[in-house]
C-alpha cells in the first residue's frame, strides 16, 4: 500500500474506511470485480460498487475519486 | 056481642068527649104504640076492647099484648080513656139503627163522613160532633171531627147509639224528589213527602217504605218512561219519569294502583255514556262510553277521583317524571369493538329498559350497554317505560393478531452494526403501547431511553451510554396493541469492530459481511501481494 493511502485513511477516518484485500491470494473476488490491475481502487457504499479507479494516484485525485463516488451525509 | 060491641061505641064516644084534650096534644109515639095494644098500627074499638077484657086486672108480664096503656100496673078507666082518644089515630112503627159506615172502630180522618142506615126514616136526629144530613133511612155526619179519639153519640127518636173512631188528618202529596218529569236510573229511589203521615200506601212499580210523612219508593224501575202512581187512603198521585239506564264503569286503563307519568292519559270505559263527569286531576273528555283523562298530573301520590251522574271511583297512582334520552356515548355511526361499552345519559332514571344487544345495566340517569356485540352493522334498540330508540353502530370484527416488527433501523441478528449509532428505531404492524429497553447481553439496562408511541418505539442514546464495538446487544420489551395483543420484542445485534483510521484487512470469507455489509462507505484496496 502506497504510503499515501494509508495517510487518507487515517485522514478520513469518519467519513469512509479504507481496507485491503489480497487479489492474489483471494482471486475469486478480483474476478467477480473484474480486477485486472494493481493497485486498484474500488469502492462501496450500501453494497454497491460505485467506483472505481486505480495505479498511482495523487493524494487529492484519490480523495476526490472517493468524495465524488459516495453519498457522504451532508453533502 | 052485638051488645058488648055498641056498649064499647057508646063509651068510646064518651071517652072521646072526656078525652079530647090529649089529642090536641104533641102526641108521644111511645104512647100511641102503647095505645096500639094489638100493634096492628091502628088504634081502634080492638084496641079498646083488649084494654076493656082486662079491667081491674094486673098485666104480667108473659102476656102477649099490655092493655096497661098508661103503665101504671093496673088495667082501668084511665087506660080505656087513652086508647080512646087515640082512635082513630095510625102508629108509625118505631125506627131502629142497622148499620154505619166506615165500621165502628175504624180509622177515619177529619173530614170524613160517617153514613148510618135505619130501617126506617129516624126522627128527632142529633149527634154529639159533625153536622147532620138525613137522606130517607139514611143518616150522613160530616166532619170536621176533632183529631184523636171519637165517640160519637147519634140519637134518633127510637134510639141512640154510641160509633167509636180514631180521627186522624188525611195527608196530602207535597213534593217528590227528584222532581217530577226529570230523569232517573233504575235503582234510584223517589222520595214523596205529605204534610201527614200516609195511610194504605201502594204503588204501582218499586218498593216503598214509610217513615212519618215521607214515602220512599226504590226501583229497580223499567228503563223508559214510568209512570208511577201512589195510592194513598187520602188519594192518588201519578208521577212520570223518563228512566234511564244506569251508566256503570267497566274498565280503567292503566289499572289503578300502577304507575304512569305525568303526561299519561287515563281511559276509563263505561257501559254506557256517563253524564256529568267530573274528575279532580287532569282534563277528561267523553266520547260515547269512554272518558280519557290527560295530564299533566303532578309528580307523586294521585288519588283521581271521577265522578259521572250515577257513581263515583277513586283511581290511585304513582305519578312519575317523564324520563328523556340525553345522549349517547360513543356517538352514532362510529366503530366500535365487540366489547365495547355504550354509555346512555337519559334526564331522570330511566324505568322498565330494554335492549335488543349487549347487557344493561342501569346507575342512576346512565345505561350501559356492554358487548360482546356482533360484527357489522349494529342497530342497539334502547327501550324504556317513556320512549325507544334506535342506534347504528359499525362493530369491527374482533382483533385478535399481535403487532409485529415491519422495520426497523436494527434487526435481529444484525451484526456488525456501528458502535456509534446514537437511535435505534422499530416501527410496528399497527399502534402499540408498551415498554422497550436495551440491553446487554446478560440483561442489564445499558441506559437509552426507551419510548413507545404510535406504531413506532425507539431507543436514543443517552450521554456516556455508548455502544462499545464488537458487543451483543439485546433490543428487549413488550408492546400491546388497543385489542390488548401482546408481543414481545427481542432483536440481538452485534456491533461492529472498531475503525481507527488504519486500513483493515479483508479476506474472501468476510468480505461481503465486512463490505458490502457495511453503512460506511469503503474504499478497498485491491493489491499484488509480494
Known sequence: MAPVVAEIALEYKDTFIVAKFNAIKYPEISQKYQVRGHPSYLVFQGGELVKRFGGQTPKAEFVQNVLNAIDVEGN | ?530
Open chain 2, 1 to 530: 056481642m052485638k051488645k058488648l060491641i055498641c056498649s064499647l061505641l057508646t063509651l068510646s064516644l064518651a071517652l072521646s068527649v072526656l078525652t079530647a084534650a090529649y089529642t090536641e096534644e104533641e102526641t108521644d109515639i111511645d104512647i100511641l104504640r102503647a095505645a096500639d095494644v094489638n100493634a096492628d098500627r091502628m088504634i081502634n074499638v080492638l084496641d079498646l076492647v083488649l084494654v076493656a077484657g082486662f079491667l081491674g086486672e094486673t098485666p104480667t108480664e108473659d102476656q102477649t099484648v099490655n092493655p096497661d096503656v098508661n103503665g101504671d100496673g093496673t088495667v082501668n078507666i084511665l087506660d080505656l080513656v087513652l086508647v080512646a082518644s087515640y082512635i082513630g089515630e095510625t102508629v108509625r112503627p118505631p125506627v131502629a139503627f142497622v148499620s154505619v159506615d166506615p165500621a165502628v172502630d175504624a180509622e177515619i180522618t177529619v173530614n170524613d163522613s160517617i153514613t148510618l142506615t135505619f130501617d126506617n126514616l129516624p126522627e128527632d136526629v142529633t149527634v154529639s160532633e159533625g153536622v147532620v144530613t138525613i137522606t130517607d133511612n139514611t143518616v150522613s155526619i160530616t166532619g170536621p171531627f176533632a183529631p184523636g179519639t171519637l165517640a160519637l153519640m147519634i140519637t134518633w127518636a127510637d134510639g141512640s147509639e154510641t160509633l167509636n173512631y180514631t180521627v186522624r188528618q188525611p195527608a196530602d202529596f207535597v213534593s217528590a224528589e227528584p222532581e217530577i218529569s226529570s230523569e232517573l236510573i233504575p235503582d234510584d229511589s223517589i222520595t214523596l213527602m205529605f204534610d201527614h203521615p200516609p195511610e194504605d200506601v201502594t204503588v204501582s212499580e218499586g218498593v216503598f217504605t214509610i217513615s212519618d210523612n215521607t214515602v220512599t219508593i226504590t226501583g229497580p224501575f223499567t228503563p223508559g218512561a214510568l209512570a208511577l202512581t201512589i195510592t194513598w187512603a187520602d188519594g192518588s198521585e201519578t208521577l212520570n219519569y223518563t228512566v234511564r239506564q244506569a251508566v256503570a264503569l267497566e274498565t280503567v286503563e292503566p289499572t289503578t294502583g300502577t304507575e304512569i307519568t305525568v303526561n299519561d292519559s287515563i281511559i276509563l270505559t263505561f257501559d254506557h255514556p256517563p253524564e256529568d263527569v267530573t274528575v279532580s286531576e287532569g282534563v277528561g273528555l267523553t266520547t260515547d262510553n269512554t272518558v280519557t283523562i290527560t295530564g299533566p298530573f303532578t309528580p307523586g301520590t294521585l288519588a283521581l277521583t271521577i265522578t259521572w251522574a250515577d257513581g263515583s271511583e277513586t283511581l290511585n297512582y304513582t305519578i312519575r317524571q317523564l324520563v328523556a334520552f340525553e345522549s349517547i356515548d360513543p356517538t352514532v355511526e362510529s366503530q366500535l369493538n365487540v366489547d365495547d361499552t355504550i354509555t346512555l345519559t337519559f334526564d331522570n332514571p330511566p324505568k322498565d329498559v330494554t335492549v335488543n344487544e349487549g347487557d344493561m345495566t342501569i346507575t342512576d340517569n346512565t345505561v350501559s350497554i356492554t358487548g360482546p356485540f356482533t360484527p357489522g352493522t349494529l342497530k342497539l334498540i334502547v327501550t324504556w317505560a317513556d320512549g325507544s330508540l334506535e342506534f347504528t353502530y359499525e362493530v369491527a370484527e374482533p382483533d385478535t393478531e399481535a403487532p409485529s416488527i415491519t422495520s426497523g433501523t436494527i434487526g435481529d441478528g444484525d451484526e456488525g452494526v456501528d458502535s456509534s449509532s446514537t437511535l435505534i428505531e422499530i416501527e410496528f404492524s399497527e399502534e402499540v403501547n408498551g415498554t422497550i429497553a436495551l440491553q446487554t447481553e446478560a440483561g442489564d439496562d445499558v441506559g437509552w431511553v426507551g419510548e413507545v408511541a404510535g406504531n413506532k418505539a425507539k431507543l436514543e442514546l443517552v450521554k456516556g451510554k455508548e455502544l462499545d464495538p464488537e458487543t451483543t446487544y439485546i433490543i428487549a420489551g413488550k408492546v400491546e396493541d388497543t385489542a390488548g395483543n401482546e408481543t414481545d420484542i427481542s432483536i440481538t445485534f452485534v456491533t461492529a469492530s472498531a475503525y481507527d483510521g488504519i486500513p483493515i484487512e479483508v479476506t474472501d470469507a468476510d468480505f461481503d459481511t465486512v463490505v458490502l455489509a457495511s453503512e460506511v462507505p469503503i474504499v478497498v484496496d485491491f493489491y499484488k501481494d509480494g
